[in-house]
């Protein structure tokens, strides 16, 4: 179980800015829970959908519920002309992050949400479209293709793999992509939700909130630690060599993606699932290097630095092994995290104040101006 951490000083750390019955993060014995279940639990049991429809509305679905749910989110995965324009228009050396971000915007203006009674709809669709937005995209830039997004595959992860390969993924790929997308769900106030619900407390609309949230998780402390993480791996040759430069990183103080928490204080929940189905997909492309490599960081840092594996870490091995380019890993993040960022939104609107913290002015004492023709 992950430990409670001890929480004070800058970066707000360990400030109570509001009440959330979504989830708790490293609470003394809980480790992660979505609305009252363990993280391991859902990722054992559940679909990404399922965890989808708890988050949103509070119970996990009946089989009924959730095929109703995922028929409505099949209906969703088709792309507006001006929307495939847009993403046309994108270059190629464009960060995906920033189509993702682009997407969400753009979907804003062409179908706004006119007010909250929409912000379900508004979410599915949301949901249902990023796979298709990031995929058009990179189809199209990359390989030069035109695809057709509306596809029947059966759940969002699946979706998302067989736009990218031009296939429907293998039964592995399927479960590595459920259970990755349910490990990055719902993570109460990290930095990109805190965005969220920031825009949200204003009462402005889904789309702005999602937009806001998408620039926060771009960064490489937040989601783009797992990108980041592959970038590092991918340049070791062997656990020795990685064992090396992780000593050389160390000793020059850099910091190392994919490693440490702001609330967990010894161990990540997410890490020790992400690390199994890594391992599944190692045997399954016949590694011998990335994986043990991957295992050696992490032991060297847990000797050294007492530095656990976030949810980042293993995931850049898992993506890596199912083919998935480096760039397309934080929009995967986006894909899944939507659920817990539009969930906090609809909870910052129904009890609402608006977010405006004080600061420490550390400014000059006041002093007045002087001409500009008698300035220095
Ligand atoms: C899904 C997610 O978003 S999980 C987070 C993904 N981000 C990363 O993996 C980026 C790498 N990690 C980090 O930068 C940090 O651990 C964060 C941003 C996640 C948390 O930051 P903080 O809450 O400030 O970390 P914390 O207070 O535990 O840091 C304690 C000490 O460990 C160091 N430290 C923490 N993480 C790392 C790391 N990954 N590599 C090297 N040193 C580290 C800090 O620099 C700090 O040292 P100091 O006391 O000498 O200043
Ligand atoms: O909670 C955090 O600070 C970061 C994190 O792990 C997440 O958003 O999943």
């Not at 203006?109 to 249902?128: P, V, Y």
């Not at 990023?130 to 509306?150: A, K, M, N, Q």
Request: glycine fraction near 8%.
């Amino acid at each position: 179980m992950a430990e409670a951490k001890v929480l004070s000083g800058a970066g707000l750390r360990g400030q109570v800015a509001g009440k959330t019955a979504l989830s708790t993060v490293g609470k003394e014995g809980a480790g992660l829970t979505y609305r009252g279940y363990d993280v391991r639990d859902l990722a054992e049991h559940c679909e990404f959908e399922e965890v989808a429809y708890l988050i949103f509305f509070g119970e996990l679905p009946t089989a009924a519920q959730l095929a109703a749910y995922k028929a409505k989110l099949k209906t969703l995965r088709g792309l507006p002309q001006a929307l495939k324009t847009v993403l046309e228009n994108i270059p190629k050396e464009a960060h995906p992050m920033d189509v993702m971000r682009t997407g969400a915007s753009m979907l804003g203006n062409l179908e706004t949400e006119l007010s909250f009674a929409e912000q379900q709809d508004a979410t599915d669709r949301l949901l249902a479209a990023f796979p298709s937005i990031i995929t058009y995209w990179y189809r199209f830039s990359h390989d030069g293709v035109r695809i057709e997004t509306e596809t029947d595959d059966d759940s969002i992860g699946s979706h998302f793999l067989h736009l990218l390969k031009g296939e429907k993924p293998n039964a592995l790929h399927a479960q590595t992509m459920n259970v990755s997308l349910i490990l990055y769900a719902e993570h109460e106030f990290n930095a990109s939700t805190f965005t969220a619900r920031v825009c949200a407390s204003t009462l402005s609309d889904m789309h702005s909130c999602v937009t806001a949230a998408i620039g926060s998780l771009r960064g490489p402390l937040h989601g783009g630690a797992n990108e980041a993480a592959m970038d590092m791996i991918e340049k070791f040759t062997s656990p020795d060599h990685a064992e090396q430069e992780m000593l050389a990183m160390l000793a020059r103080k850099d910091k190392i993606m994919g490693f440490g928490h702001a609330i967990y204080k010894d161990n990540d929940p997410r890490n020790g699932i992400i690390k199994q189905w890594s391992e599944k997909l190692a045997a399954d492309v016949g590694d011998t290097v990335l994986y043990p490599v991957s295992v050696r960081c992490e032991e060297v840092m847990w000797r050294e630095k007492k530095l656990f594996c976030n949810a980042d870490f293993f995931h850049a091995s898992a993506y890596h092994f199912m083919g998935i380019p480096t760039k397309l890993f934080t929009p995967i993040f986006v894909i899944s995290r939507l659920t817990g960022w539009a969930a906090h939104v609809m909870e910052q609107r129904a009890d609402n104040r608006i977010i405006r913290p004080s600061a420490e002015y550390t400014g000059p004492e006041l002093r007045k101006v002087t001409p500009i023709a008698a300035r220095g």
